[in-house]
């Protein structure tokens, strides 16, 4: 796992330890020591912790204008040792939605699996982005279903051309507006 980096060609659109904005402002990252691991495997030093064991994150992209964010995991998300959404709902999330984001693209194909608790923490996240949305992009068939048997899924658009996006040869903003479009065909705006 330790040679899985986080996407990089976005880095000429933004960079989340130099936005004052972020919750990653000033953070400052090491090429060459691994200080993170998920279980007993070494993670790449460029992942972001979010307080959880074996669920790390990093943000791609935030546009203030459009209302956007573009988040890609790594790990394992386990609500039900863990609390992972808390983490992430209370550090990030919450953190972004205060600077007026309400359209969050989660990007899980490397996320391994999930273990569900509850469901009050996705419910207050797709409350509190009330004109926005939550799309979960190309996770893994078995975590999809586990999403789908926790009734997670109810929270966010995920599934069919939503799991099968080439997503890394968009720009940003391209990226933005082919979710959106799909979003917007989904929820038949």
């Given amino acids: 796992m330790h040679a899985i980096e986080p996407h990089y060609n976005w880095r000429d659109y933004y960079i989340a330890s130099e ?7 000033g953070r400052i990252y090491s090429e060459f020591e691994f200080t993170h691991a ?10 972001d912790e979010i307080e959880s064991p074996t669920l790390f ?46 359209k969050f693209i989660m990007i899980g194909e490397n996320v391994l699996n999930f273990h569900y608790s509850d469901d009050s923490y996705y419910e207050e996240w797709f409350e509190d982005v009330e004109d926005g949305w939550i799309a979960f992009i190309n996770f893994r068939e078995h975590v999809m279903d586990d999403f789908q048997a926790a009734n997670i899924d109810y929270y966010m658009v995920s599934g069919g051309s939503l799991n ?19 979003v917007d065909l989904r929820l038949g705006c």
Avoid: A, C
């Fill in 19 to 25: 936005d004052q904005r972020s919750p990653f402002y």
């Fill in 38 to 47: 998920i279980y007993d495997h070494l993670i790449h030093p460029q992942w």
């Fill in 57 to 102: 994150i990093k943000i791609l992209m935030v546009d203030y204008d459009d209302g956007y964010t573009v988040i890609e995991l790594i790990g394992e998300w386990n609500d039900l040792l863990h609390n992972d959404i808390m983490f992430l709902k209370r550090n990030i999330i919450d953190e972004l939605i205060r600077e007026g984001i309400d």
């Fill in 164 to 182: 099968d996006v080439s997503w890394r040869t968009y720009s940003p903003q391209n990226f933005f507006q082919k979710v959106n479009n799909m």
